[in-house]
């Protein structure tokens, strides 16, 4: 009672917030009359002097308001845009490393400027990332005018760039781009062996674009550089053959007279929960599989193997659907994100999942790969010292933003009213009546002229619509993973008269949907295969401009964009970003969501009382329900996946949170190994480290110095070091472990400095860089092999009563002092085990390469001579000639002989 009361009177703490920004409004606004008298040198000298400024101590808070000022005035004389005060105190929430929440079309981008600007004067470099290679792009070139007017360097990085591209863009004072191209250039720098060749700066300041699809919907797919195993594709195409023959079981209730009660048992030979996105044998099911493939007991260790295909090609046809999980475009399968409806290109499902869809389509099977190099978003985005983002929608993701990277969401205000009209959902009994209901509704709204945008969940449902509507002859645009390469020009025309777009979830986000249509994007379609594109396009601009003006009075006419969904997304803010499409700047619009019973939201998470509520009212086919028991039932449906989405993303950065520890040490590593750092102490170190394991084994401290091991330490001496070592003839003379500990490393570092003069000191530091660097590698690459392998199996702990995550968290620990061991034994083997070539033997091996390159030659590459008369192009070499290939005896006694 008191909260809600104290709430009126004080105000929420967003409210309490933007009343603290205000102030800093007011100066900025202040200083407008001021900054606009500045000429263009003027303007642009104000960069020098902040940077100045930094150097002599002032804060960036310090120059905040100046230099907001500084950029609004800049993007009016670049792009005719001017900052509205919501967008400077936006500007103010992402500097200050929080998420900033404005509705569609407020303006994210030009409000993404200010702090960019701000954090770039530092030159430690700003990262403002974005959903797709499109808005990175279009970023970069549009706003990207505003700092480069302002002395600023700006770097796009998308799909297909060079490393030395990459390494100019991330140089840049700011840099534009996707976050799976942020994240995989990490991995990759950090599998590199030059520093030199580092792409990446150091993760300053990131302002994450649409933040709630990169940290929250992407999350729970980590990003993973793989290489190429030795697994054969044969057994996925056999158990690919046996699934079909399985048929799918139910859960069938009856009571038991012997036991008196009920009783839960399945039928058929596998089970499927939708809910957990597993599928499982029944012992019917596993009796046939091992039937069908020969195998006596699919559980013996020796057919794990088989079981692992089994289970994965189970998944693949009970549970992963065509056109809604994936699609097949050119022989190849591709993932549709669950989110976007975008396809992901280059992404793969990993265990063995992707090649079992690759069988049951037909197509052929890639490889499996091994992991080389993985990051979750949440351990990748974490390591910016300073993290911010915007979208339309983070408020229901508060809790999860908090927890997880400790970002604060803020609601910054519409610059002008929001006038949008949300229609209460309506619910039918089944599916079919369900479309049937949206295609009149299309119908009725089109011949009004109102512009309608269809959003479905898979691709399948938007072309079940676009061929009823084909039917109904209404013209319609789909958009879906299918026809993605026009995506941003087919949403930004979706606010035109009649226009009928069908997309997917939501594709196209991060485009404005402009009532009347964009007249830029069509200007740059009809200008584009022109002679001269730059005079064509603005004619073409100036024309639709008026067309654009006008329709755009036409359509607010009509009641503005209209939304129209075909069904509830599993997450609220997944439909609150379709229905924010409309009614952008105080535009007019509506929105309403079409729903059935058949839902996967309500059919698998709804309440059982939904459907009983539903024969009890006895609603006529075709009628429409509207119950509020109903409504309360979708809500509490969309919070329990909402629930159980957190939990998932929860149980990922746990898990990932002990490989992101170890992972810090190896990289950090691999950098000092790089810079040259401490590399002859770290060989000394694992040395003496090696050499006092050993005593420590050998040489008990309670035991007489007669009495220790000595065969097996001179033998494990010899094993590590490749030297016999040399004992004292009189052992009693050691006296303590400690004496002969240093008696082996000096005999160690004598054998050393022999190596270091017959190879030199460059060449035996560049040894010892590389062997660091080749083992650790080929270690870490092992380890990751063996984590995959612990997370397998660690879930079925729980069985055992122990928690599988302490259990993970000891066993992966161990695994990885295991592999540090194996590091140092590796590194000492090598290096004092590995030859220096004379210059003869080179000699002579180089020798041996040309002749039999000369001989390949001369045969053609083992073709029969016989079928075509020989060509010489080189002179003929006498027999007592010096031979051509360099190695300094006559031709008779080398390559022709």
């Known amino acids: 009672m008191i909260g809600p009361l104290l709430k009126k009177v004080l105000g929420s703490k967003n409210d309490r917030e933007l009343k603290r920004l205000q102030p800093q409004v007011d100066r900025i606004n202040a200083l407008e009359a001021q900054i606009e008298s500045l000429s263009d040198q003027a303007l642009q000298e104000k960069t020098i002097e902040f940077r100045r400024r930094l150097k002599e101590g002032e804060s960036l808070d310090s120059l905040l308001p100046e230099a907001f000022a500084v950029v609004r005035e800049a993007a009016r004389r670049v792009l005719g845009m001017r900052h509205f005060d919501v967008q400077l105190i936006g500007g103010m929430v992402l500097h200050a490393g929080k998420i900033a929440e404005m ?6 981008t030009l409000m993404a400027t200010l702090p960019s600007y701000l954090n770039a004067l530092t030159g430690r470099g700003v990262h403002v990332i974005t959903v797709n290679d499109y808005l990175a792009q279009r970023d970069s070139e549009w706003m990207g005018q505003i700092h480069r007017f302002l002395g600023l360097t700006v770097g796009v990085i998308v799909h297909g760039l060079t490393d030395k591209q990459r390494k100019e863009a991330y140089g840049c004072d700011i840099t534009y781009g996707t976050n799976n191209e942020f994240g995989f250039d990490y991995l990759r720098d950090n599998m590199k062996f030059d520093l030199a060749d580092y792409v990446q700066r150091e993760h300053h300041f990131s302002i994450v674009d649409e933040v709630d699809s990169i940290l929250i919907d992407e999350a729970r797919t980590p990003l993973i550089i793989s290489g190429p195993s030795e697994a054969s594709s044969e057994l996925y195409y056999a158990v690919n ?13 009856h009571r038991d007279g012997k036991i008196g009660q009920t009783v839960k048992e399945y039928t058929g030979d596998f089970t499927v929960d939708e809910k957990a996105r597993s599928a499982t044998l029944t012992e019917e099911g596993v009796a046939k599989v091992e039937k069908l493939m020969g195998v006596e007991n699919l559980y013996e260790p020796s057919n794990i193997e088989i079981l692992h295909h089994v289970n994965q090609a189970l998944k693949a046809h009970a549970l992963f659907r065509r056109d809604v999980d994936y699609v097949v475009k050119d022989g190849e399968v591709m993932i549709v994100d669950e989110f976007t409806g975008r396809l992901m290109p280059g992404r793969r499902w990993s265990d063995g999942l992707h090649q079992a869809v690759e069988a049951k389509e037909g197509v052929k099977i890639e490889s499996e790969n091994q992991t080389l190099a993985t990051i979750t978003f949440q351990n990748y985005f974490r390591m910016y010292e300073k993290l911010s983002g915007m979208t339309g929608t983070a408020d229901t993701e508060a809790a999860e933003f908090s927890e997880i990277y400790k970002l604060e969401v803020m609601i910054i ?53 676009s061929e009823m509507l084909r039917k109904r002859g209404i013209p319609h645009t789909v958009l879906n993973a299918k026809h993605h390469e026009k995506e941003a020009e087919i949403v930004a025309q979706a606010g035109r008269k009649g226009a009928v777009t069908i997309a997917t979830n939501m594709a196209g986000r991060g485009t404005d949907i402009v009532l009347g249509g964009n007249a830029e994007m069509l200007a740059t379609r009809e200008s584009a295969t022109s002679d001269d594109p730059e005079a064509a396009y603005d004619q073409a601009l100036e024309k639709y401009h008026r067309i654009c003006e006008a329709e755009k009075a036409e359509v607010i006419e009509t009641g503005g964009l209209y939304i129209l969904g075909t069904e509830r ?79 998932i993303r929860k149980h990922l950065i746990e ?17 000092e190994v790089l810079a040259g750092k401490n590399i002859r102490e770290t060989i000394e170190g694992i040395i003496a480290e090696t050499a006092e394991d050993m005593v420590a084994t050998f040489c008990p401290e309670k035991t007489p110095p007669t009495d220790w091991n000595w065969g097996s330490l001179a033998e494990d001496f010899y094993n590590q070091f490749n030297i016999q070592p040399r004992f004292p003839e009189d052992l009693s003379s050691i006296g303590k472990p400690e004496a002969l500990e240093e008696i082996l490393k000096e005999q160690v570092a004598a054998r050393l400095a022999e190596k270091e003069e017959e190879f030199t000191t460059p060449v035996m530091d560049h040894l010892m860089k590389v062997l660091l660097l080749q083992t650790i590698d080929s270690q870490w690459k092992d380890h990751l092999l063996s984590i995959d392998h612990l997370k397998e199996g660690i879930g079925l702990r729980g069985y055992g009563q122990r928690n599988p995550k302490q259990e993970y968290k000891k066993e992966a620990f161990g695994l990885f002092m295991e592999m540090m061991g194996r590091i140092r034994q590796e590194v000492i083997q090598k290096l004092f085990r590995i030859q220096l070539a004379k210059e003869d033997d080179v000699a002579r091996m180089e020798a041996e390469q040309r002749r039999r390159r000369l001989v390949l030659n001369r045969v053609g590459g083992g073709e029969d001579q016989t079928k075509k008369p020989m060509t010489r192009d080189e002179e003929k070499v006498g027999r007592n000639d010096p031979c051509p290939c360099g190695s300094g005896q006559k031709y008779k006694k080398c390559c022709g002989r």
Do not use: C
């Not at 990932?656 to 590593?669: A, H, L």
């Open 103 to 108: 509705r569609t079309g407020e303006g994210k």
């Open 241 to 253: 053959r046996v699934i079909p023959m399985l048929k799918k079981g139910e859960l069938i209730e």
């Open 413 to 465: 205000p519409t610059n002008r009213p929001m006038i949008r009209i949300d229609r209460a959902d309506v619910i039918y009994k089944t599916e079919k009546e369900k479309f049937k209901a949206v295609i009149e509704d299309i119908l009725e709204t089109h011949k009004s002229g109102q512009p309608v945008l269809v959003g479905t969940i898979s691709i399948e449902h938007s072309e079940t619509l």
């Open 569 to 647: 997304h599993e997450s609220r803010r997944i439909d609150n970003q379709l229905r924010g499409r409309a009614g952008r700047q105080g535009d007019p619009g509506a929105s309403r969501f079409y729903m059935s019973l058949e839902d996967d939201l309500l059919r698998i998470f709804g309440s059982q009382r939904v459907a009983y509520v539903m024969d009890k009212l006895k609603i006529p086919e075709g009628e429409p329900i509207e119950h509020g028991m109903i409504s309360k039932a979708i809500e509490n449906a969309q919070k329990k996946v909402e629930g159980h989405n957190f939990e």
């Open 655 to 671: 898990y990932d949170d002990v490989m992101n520890k170890q992972r810090e040490v190896i990289y950090t590593q691999r950098k």
